[in-house]
């Protein structure tokens, strides 16, 4: 892996952003909802379609699709815990080299791209490739055709969750995917179902692991006057083999005419607000992509309760 001088902000400055995003630790208040939908950029793809692959060359930008998350163990011994999450807007890219073989992500927060070359990889198949060196490692997702996950993960940062010493597990998130290039209008349902990636829980509490969420399918319908997303994000946490629902995110807004949606979602049993934002992607709508957060929306308890992923349904 080829290390560029000032590659990270930082451990300190990830748990600022991620803290500064939404979350939280011991030490600061209580996290309040995220705003109206009008604060949620529409994700934007690169401006021509690109042959996304796991084994073929190709680059491609996105911008306001992103989200990080973080993992918490400490140092004294115990499970490693969910710390905090956050979708960051911003610019990310991704340019893949088949030979010789390197592959370079760059992110919001990070001051210079890095980099993963030949000496890196690990493996390869249809649908991922990945990198790894020492404590960091790139995993390029392609589950489908238009839309592509890149994670790039750091493990081991030594951190300070309140006064508890440890160490973090950080995971940067792109979605990048190919933009709609037909202007025929939607006039039959469309339906898209794909997984969801999902992580969250209490801070400092919830394991890792145990957060989990099932298929699920998104409908496009057309109507007189407008075109409607609709779908529901279930997600579980499992305890002793017994899953139980901690969330239920039910998106259901108006389709623009470049294919984007944005919306606030309200769970009001798990006492949950947040946003989301998606787009249809690929020339002819062939696949679509959402990103969420949610936050407890309760100011007044203990509970910091989050949840951040990402969706891709074709």
């Known amino acids: 892996m080829i290390r560029k001088l000032g590659l990270l902000l930082g451990v300190a400055a990830l748990g600022a ?15 309040t909802p995220t705003g109206t939908s009008t604060g949620t950029p529409t994700p934007t793809p690169t401006p021509t379609s690109i042959a996304f692959s796991t084994t073929a060359s190709f680059s491609a930008t996105t911008t306001n699709a992103g989200y990080i998350v973080a993992y918490f163990t400490p140092t004294a011994g115990g499970v490693e815990t969910f710390n905090d999450g956050a979708r960051v807007n911003g610019t ?12 370079t992500f760059n992110f919001p ?20 490739r990945r ?3 020492g404590d960091e490692a790139l995993t390029l997702f392609l589950p489908f055709q238009h839309v592509l996950l890149t994670t790039y993960q750091i493990d081991s940062q030594a951190f300070t969750r309140g006064t508890v010493a440890g160490t973090l597990r950080s995971q940067r ?45 998104f409908t496009i319908t057309p109507g007189a006057s407008s075109t409607a997303v609709a779908g529901t994000i279930r997600v579980f946490q499992t305890v002793a083999g017994v899953e139980t ?30 946003q989301y934002a ?13 990103i969420f957060s949610v936050i407890d929306s ?12 990402s969706f891709i349904g074709s």
Request: hydrophobic share 35%; charged share 15%.
């Open 17 to 31: 952003l991620v803290t500064s995003c939404g979350g939280d630790d011991s030490s600061t208040p209580t996290p």
């Open 92 to 103: 990310s890219t991704i340019d893949f080299v088949a030979s010789p073989d390197s592959a």
């Open 109 to 128: 927060d990070l001051e210079d791209p890095v980099v993963f070359d030949a000496a890196d990889f690990v493996s390869a198949s249809a649908t991922e």
């Open 131 to 133: 990198y790894v060196s």
């Open 173 to 217: 998130n792109a979605l990048f995917f190919n933009p709609v290039t037909t202007t025929s209008a939607i006039t039959t349902p469309l339906t898209y179902t794909g997984q969801v990636q999902v992580a969250g829980g209490d801070p400092g509490t919830t394991p890792s692991g145990v957060i989990t969420a099932t298929a699920t399918d």
């Open 245 to 274: 629902l901690v969330a239920t995110i039910a998106i259901s807004d108006t389709v623009s005419a470049s294919g984007g949606f944005d919306g606030t979602i309200t769970d009001t049993p798990n006492k949950l607000t947040g």
């Open 278 to 290: 998606g787009i249809l992607a690929g020339p002819n709508r062939e696949e679509i992509v959402i």
């Open 298 to 309: 309760t100011a007044d308890d203990s509970d910091f309760t989050e949840f951040v992923g």
